[in-house]
């Protein structure tokens, strides 16, 4: 894993973790703008940085951002948002516990489970986008399902496309396997669970997130679909990440 950090070593450390695939560059410039309050500590996934060896799994992700705030933090920071995946990565964390995460945001968090069938195909598919750059028929299904159109198609520009092929099945396969595991639920940190009205998938993934969580906040933003308000509103997602954090 890959930890970058950005902003004065004075400010409070706040953790990003970003989404599936995504080049975590890309999620760094989306939210440049807070390096004016925060220390931001990017981590990159195994798998998803130049020079990585493959992905292994979300528990060795999360021990790996474990023992780094540890290290460097005492255990602990200001806050954390995780947007997609990233949410994901904060489910894992919360649920092992072993880090004070402050104020935790999970943007588009998708912890339902959608089964290996679905992680299978969704792997293919992608593997075929990052080695020919085509788009394969069934990605407009996969969008409709997150609530995307066709001119949403430009948000793959965020996407890191040098992972291995074997990076892209276990992380995809992994993700679609993904169960909540009721440890969460002895976990006290406050958590705002956001998602766009369109993401049927966060919703669901919130209602399970819900039964578990002691100290949590819902927004589903009206109009939205999965990774619009982060990669079309910059300006309003940093005002209203700093707003949360404070």
């Given at each position: 894993m890959l930890f970058t950090e950005f902003g004065n070593i004075d400010n409070?450390?706040?953790?990003?973790?970003?989404?599936?695939?995504q080049?975590?560059?890309?999620?760094?410039?989306l939210l440049k703008p807070l390096e004016e309050y925060y220390r931001l500590i990017i981590p990159a996934q195994d798998g998803f940085y130049d020079g990585s060896s493959d992905f292994t799994s979300f528990a060795e992700q999360a021990r790996q951002i474990e023992e780094y705030v540890q290290a460097n933090y005492n255990g602990k920071?200001?806050?954390?948002?995780?947007?997609?995946?990233?949410?994901l990565m904060l489910t894992e964390l919360l649920t092992r516990n072993k880090i004070n995460l402050g104020t935790v945001i999970m943007d588009g968090c998708y912890v339902a489970h959608q089964?290996?069938?679905?992680?299978?195909?969704t792997y293919k598919m992608f593997c075929k986008f990052k080695n020919t750059g085509k788009f394969p028929a069934l990605i407009m299904i996969m969008m409709k399902l997150?609530?995307?159109?066709?001119?949403?198609?430009?948000?793959?520009?965020?996407?890191?496309?040098?992972?291995?092929?074997?990076?892209?099945?276990r992380n995809f396969m992994e993700n679609y396997t993904y169960h909540t595991r009721p440890e969460i639920a002895q976990n006290e940190t406050m958590v705002h669970l956001w998602c766009g009205s369109k993401e049927?998938?966060?919703i669901k993934s919130h209602n399970i997130l819900k039964r578990y969580l002691k100290n949590y906040q819902e927004e589903i933003m009206q109009g939205l679909g999965h990774g619009e308000f982060l990669m079309k509103?910059?300006?309003k997602i940093c005002e209203k990440?700093?707003?949360t954090f404070q």
């Open positions: 409070p450390p706040v953790l990003l973790l970003h989404g599936m695939m080049d975590w560059h890309s999620e760094y410039e920071v200001h806050g954390a948002y995780g947007a997609s995946q990233g949410g089964g290996k069938i679905s992680g299978w195909v997150m609530g995307l159109k066709v001119e949403d198609l430009g948000m793959m520009d965020s996407l890191y496309m040098n992972a291995s092929d074997e990076t892209v099945r049927p998938y966060a509103h910059q300006k990440i700093y707003k």
